[in-house]
């Protein structure tokens, strides 16, 4: 089986906002996931070949799986959003769509901020539902409980508090106004799907 490998994104260290200590912590928690996701699906692979993928331990890791890849793929997701200027014009496509939708950009942040400081540990993600063209502001709570089926995650914001606490405490709002600024706006433009 082919093993998913973890991604370097040390290029982020000296990011604005973002302590190298919180940094690094995060990414070792992300190789955590990574390699985790290869225990299970290793682990579900024999379990196939033995004839045992209809016991208890197959299914459980069937659900574990959601966790593990949700957690891989979410912080991928999150570091490759981050280490741009926060100017959203070099996403000029989301730009038209978000105008279209909320009537402005502020209006759209203003939402994605409220939904980032909910109460409670997760993730905020801008989804594209390509079928309708909507772009909805999700809460997602754990990384397997709230994603959306369908939809194109095109802007993801961690708000587990490993994310922030170093650096924040319990200011989520500062976290989440650095972000702001650290937005790549550009990969968000290479992530929405133009119909």
């Known amino acids: 089986m082919k093993k998913y490998a973890v991604l370097d994104y040390s290029h982020l260290i000296g990011m604005p906002g973002f302590s190298e200590t919180l940094l690094k912590n995060h990414f070792t928690l992300y190789q955590g996931y990574v390699n985790n996701t290869n225990k299970v699906l290793e682990t579900l692979e024999a379990m196939l ?31 490759e959003n981050l280490g741009g200027d926060g100017d959203p014009t070099k996403a000029p496509t989301v730009m038209k769509a978000i105008e279209a939708q909320f009537g402005s950009f502020d209006a759209c942040a203003k939402d994605f901020m409220a939904t980032a400081t909910m109460r409670g540990i997760g993730w905020v993600v801008v989804y594209q539902d390509i079928a309708h063209g909507l772009l909805i502001n999700q809460w997602i709570n754990e990384h397997d409980v709230g994603n959306l ?15 922030f606490m170093i650096d924040y ?9 650095a972000f702001m600024k650290n937005i790549k706006w550009e990969e968000v433009e290479k992530r929405y799907v133009k119909k």
Do not use: S, T
């Open 49 to 79: 070949r033995e004839g045992k993928q209809a016991e208890y331990e197959a299914a459980e890791l069937r659900r574990r799986l959601g966790w593990e890849w949700n957690g891989m793929r979410l912080h991928e997701l999150y570091f």
């Open 169 to 177: 405490g319990l200011k989520r709002a500062d976290y989440i106004a």
């Open 149 to 163: 089926a369908g939809l194109n995650p095109i802007l993801v914001l961690d708000c587990f508090e490993h994310a």
